[in-house]
């Protein structure tokens, strides 16, 4: 079910038969260094992550993470999209793309989408997002979108400090 549109991008709920793209994009090199170790390492492994995590969200809430296509040929190119996670009071933003998609706007302008999104459909007041202190191109993607950093800090559970961002309707 698409549930976004841009000019060059179409953001749509998951279905199992993305399992394949999931399975490439969460063993990324970069995935696991900047967001962690999934320990996804089979297909079957990632159509269960897919129901599991990234399906059940988006029943639950009516939003999370969503597949992020090319309007063009509708080639998978990441992920984007709100998330509700219980170590943040906020909804927050998360995003993730392949390294072929990196450095195009690709995520500007997803990202972009998803907090109008989440500012006129949900009306929310107020979205985070995290990322990695050492993860550059994330942090200057959270800038571009009208985010401002707000705190270095520790999620619940977590073993690494975050940069957390936020945009506020008062911004």
């Given at each position: 079910?698409?549930?976004?549109?841009?000019?060059?991008?179409?953001?749509?709920?998951f279905?199992?038969?993305?399992?394949?793209?999931?399975f490439?994009?969460?063993?990324?090199?970069?995935?696991?260094?900047?967001?962690?170790?999934?320990?996804?390492?089979?297909?079957?492994?990632?159509?269960?992550y897919?129901?599991?995590?990234l399906?059940?969200?988006?029943?639950?809430?009516?939003?999370?993470?969503?597949?992020?296509?090319?309007?063009?040929?509708?080639?998978?190119?990441?992920?984007?999209?709100?998330?509700?996670?219980?170590?943040?009071?906020?909804?927050?933003l998360?995003?993730?793309?392949?390294p072929?998609?990196?450095?195009?706007g690709?995520?500007?302008?997803?990202?972009?989408?998803?907090?109008a999104?989440g500012?006129?459909?949900?009306e929310?007041?107020?979205?985070?997002?995290i990322?990695?202190?050492?993860?550059?191109?994330?942090?200057?993607?959270?800038?571009?979108?009208?985010?401002?950093?707000?705190q270095?800090?520790r999620?619940?559970g977590?073993?690494r400090?975050?940069?957390?961002f936020?945009?506020?309707e008062?911004y």
């Open positions: 079910m698409r549930v976004l549109s841009t000019e060059r991008l179409h953001l749509r709920w279905v199992a038969d993305d399992a394949a793209f999931i490439e994009l969460v063993n990324d090199p970069d995935w696991v260094r900047f967001i962690g170790d999934r320990k996804i390492h089979t297909l079957e492994a990632a159509r269960t897919i129901e599991n995590s399906i059940a969200m988006c029943r639950r809430l009516g939003f999370g993470l969503w597949l992020v296509e090319r309007r063009t040929d509708g080639v998978a190119i990441g992920i984007c999209g709100l998330i509700k996670r219980e170590s943040l009071a906020d909804v927050d998360g995003f993730a793309f392949l072929d998609f990196r450095g195009q690709f995520a500007i302008e997803a990202a972009t989408a998803t907090l999104y500012r006129d459909h949900w929310l007041k107020r979205i985070v997002a990322t990695s202190p050492d993860n550059e191109p994330s942090a200057k993607v959270l800038k571009k979108i009208g985010m401002h950093l707000e270095r800090t999620l619940a977590e073993e400090d975050c940069l957390l936020a945009w506020n008062s």
